[in-house]
């Protein structure tokens, strides 16, 4: 009885400290640059119970004499389908560039770019530049942009094709199939890069 009691207590501690397992969802895209492959392109999603963590992360070279390498990782989590916060690094030739944070409050989100805060918005955030890799906006006329820290405006041209128009002048053109990206466009005025999903 004493060994019984024994085995049984080991089992009823593992099956309460278990939680929720995770799903894990990701892809991999190539990057091209006017029709020449420039590096690569990762999205990642973690589901564990309500929580959700995004990972984005780009790495491309390009130049003719001699090669820059670009370095971009956003890591978005959200709890509940409600943005949470984001952190955004880039790293040129190996060397951080640029670093931001954006954290929900309670009851808005502020950025955070070194030592300057920035109030941004007070509207709890449920799509964003993220997630939109894992979900089509079917039904959705905006998406947050971590990046910029606004809502843009999204619009359908076609079946299952989506554009945004970037403050920055250049636009975004997201392609789905079975509700997840198969091609992204980013067209600027001088160049355009793509993005083609890995079969």
């Not at 995770?22 to 420039?38: C, E, F, M, P, W």
């Amino acid at each position: 009885m004493k060994k019984s009691i024994l085995l049984i207590v080991p089992m009823a501690i593992g099956l309460l400290s278990a939680g929720p397992a995770a799903k894990v969802n990701q892809h991999t895209y190539d990057v091209s640059l006017d029709g020449r492959q420039i590096g690569t392109y990762h999205v990642n999603r973690t589901d564990i119970g309500e929580a959700s963590t995004f990972r984005v992360e780009t790495s491309t070279s390009a130049g003719l004499i001699r090669p820059i390498e670009h370095t971009f990782i956003m890591m978005s989590s959200y709890n509940d389908s409600k943005l949470i916060s984001s952190d955004m690094k880039t790293w040129v030739n190996q060397e951080l560039e640029s670093s931001s944070l954006i954290q929900w409050d309670g009851s808005q989100y502020i950025k955070q770019e070194g030592e300057l805060l920035t109030e941004i918005c007070s509207d709890a955030v449920d799509f964003s530049s993220a997630t939109v890799f894992f979900s089509e906006p079917s039904d959705r006329t905006t998406v947050f942009y971590e990046k910029y820290g606004k809502e843009l405006n999204v619009q359908k041209t076609d079946s299952h094709t989506y554009e945004v128009k970037l403050p920055n002048g250049g636009v975004e053109r997201y392609s789905y199939a079975k509700g997840e990206v198969t091609e992204v466009q980013f067209v600027q005025s001088f160049a355009t890069i793509t993005l083609r999903k890995q079969s």
